[in-house]
């Protein structure tokens, strides 16, 4: 079916607010290559602080290993990338830890011979949250976050839906307050209804924490409700770069059209 533009959601921010802030993120003429592969062809990329940008685009067009760059966990063959106006990768390199962001991929990782609550505690400063009583107050507040309970406390990775499991991820990241968030597709493994409701609960934290965040989904529905832009990649590169409802109702040309068109 066409996209009807009756069925687009309102953008959730006005999108010059948002975009023209202070750019936080800035990806310039980036590439990357795997042996004889060029998997990203000159990206560049600008996001606002606070702003939620969504990547979207066909399997293997390089979403993933845009995020991984961006965190640090790769390093970029040329061009650079700027955190507040300051250099992290290209002449320059800011590893990982030292980048104060946080990243949740889509299986979420945990430790799995840690509680979660250790899990989540993980990441806390602490010489912030001192002592047993600090921490646990602070770890249910995360875990409240993300529709949670105490009673998960002392329960184990392997014993949690993969959802669950999911949640506490983003938590242990949350837990960081980083500056910046990566979720790649972090609600995909979660069943339809809890997704939704999991999408509301971590889009209103990253939102009125004010935490730069950039979302790989596949999901249109997450895209429009979630981000103030949108990136479409294919082959490598960002084939167009806007608001979400100019993105979807006008795509920059066929192929992303037919894209657009087929994941409805
Ligand atoms: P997407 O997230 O859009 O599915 P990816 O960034 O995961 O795309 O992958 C883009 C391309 O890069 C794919 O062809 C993939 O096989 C290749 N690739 C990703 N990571 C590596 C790696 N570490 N070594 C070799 N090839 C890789």
Redesign the pocket.
């Known amino acids: 079916t066409p996209l009807g533009e009756a069925r687009l959601p309102e953008p959730r921010i006005a999108p010059q607010i948002a975009l023209t802030a202070d750019h936080h993120l800035d990806i310039e003429g980036v590439t990357k290559n795997?042996?004889h592969?060029q998997?990203l062809k000159g990206i560049n990329l600008s996001v606002g602080r606070g702003a939620t940008t969504a990547i979207v685009?066909?399997?293997?067009?390089?979403?993933?290993?845009?995020l991984?760059l961006i965190a640090g966990f790769e390093r970029p063959d040329t061009g650079r990338i700027l955190m507040d106006g300051r250099e992290v990768a290209g002449e320059t390199w800011v590893p990982a830890h030292k980048r104060n962001i946080g990243y949740v991929a889509q299986d979420g990782a945990l430790f799995p011979h840690l509680s979660v609550g250790q899990n989540v505690a993980f990441g806390l400063d602490r010489d912030r949250f001192r002592g047993r009583k600090a921490v646990t107050e602070r770890v249910v507040d995360l875990l409240d976050m993300v529709a949670l309970d105490g009673s998960y406390l002392k329960r184990r990775p392997h014993e949690l839906s993969g959802g669950q499991q999911q949640r506490i991820a983003l938590a242990r990241a949350m837990a960081c307050e980083p500056d910046v968030m990566l979720l790649?597709e972090p609600f995909s493994a979660l069943d339809a209804g809890l997704r939704v409701a999991t999408r509301r609960a971590i889009g209103k934290v990253l939102h009125d924490a004010q935490v730069t965040t950039i979302l790989?989904t596949h999901d249109q529905a997450e895209a429009l409700s979630f981000a103030d832009q949108v990136a479409v990649?294919r082959g490598?590169k960002l084939a167009q770069i806007g608001n979400p409802f100019v993105v979807y109702t006008r795509p920059a040309d066929r192929a992303t059209a037919e894209f657009l068109g087929d994941a409805v």
């Not at 066909?58 to 845009?66: D, E, N, R």
């Open positions: 795997f042996g592969q998997v685009g066909p399997s293997g067009s390089g979403k993933t290993t845009l991984r790649d790989v990649m490598g």
